[in-house]
Structure formats: C-alpha cells, structure tokens
C-alpha cells in the first residue's frame, strides 16, 4: 500500500491560483441587467417624424465656399470628403451643414 505524499508548497499555489482564475472569471457568464427604455424625447424629436424648421440664415454650399475664402485665402475651400455635398438623415443640404458647422463647434 502507498502512503500519499503530502503537495509541496509549489503545487499548492498553482492549484490555488488555477482556482482563483476560475471562479473569478464566472462574473462573465453572468446574464446583464435589461437597460432601462428611455421615455425622454430630446428636442421634440424622437427620429421618427420629419421636423419642420425654418431654414432662414441656413448657410449653402456657395455661402461656405466665400466663407473659407474669407477665413484662410491659402486654403480656401476644403471638403475632401464631400461632406457639403451630403444630405444627412434625408434632411435637405442646409440642415446637413447646419450640423456639422454646429457638430463642428463641440
């Protein structure tokens, strides 16, 4: 019969650190709290329903053009990506560029 030899001390902390890596990482599988649905509309404006605005003082693509012009006379106009030329979310051109001069701001 053969007596068991008691684990060294080296075999002791791999065993002991096998099983803090596995109990530790059960918060994985752990199932997330649902989010909460929001109920505020920010600006009256859910996506769902075109806005009517006025677009009196809503700059062109022209008006951006001088505008650079003005600002920098080395560079003038630069849009590589073509961004004034976009219409966002079916909006029209001067809604898309009212964006991003205010998106431009931030």
């Known amino acids: ?7 060294d001390s080296i075999t002791m902390k791999f065993t002991a650190a ?6 530790g990482s059960a918060s994985a599988f752990v199932q997330p709290s649902p989010a909460r649905a929001s109920t505020v509309v920010k600006g009256g404006f859910d996506g769902t329903q ?7 003082g809503m700059q062109t693509v022209s008006d951006l053009e001088s ?25 029209s051109n001067e ?11 931030k």
Request: net charge negative.
């Open 67 to 91: 505008l650079a012009g003005e600002l920098n006379p080395v560079v003038k106009f630069f849009d590589p990506l073509n961004l004034a030329e976009q219409e966002f979310w079916g909006d």
């Open 1 to 7: 019969r053969r007596i068991a030899k008691p684990p």
């Open 18 to 23: 096998i099983l803090a890596l596995a109990l």
């Open 95 to 105: 809604a898309t560029i009212a964006f991003l001069r205010y998106s431009e701001i």
């Open 50 to 56: 075109p806005m009517d605005y006025s677009k009196a």
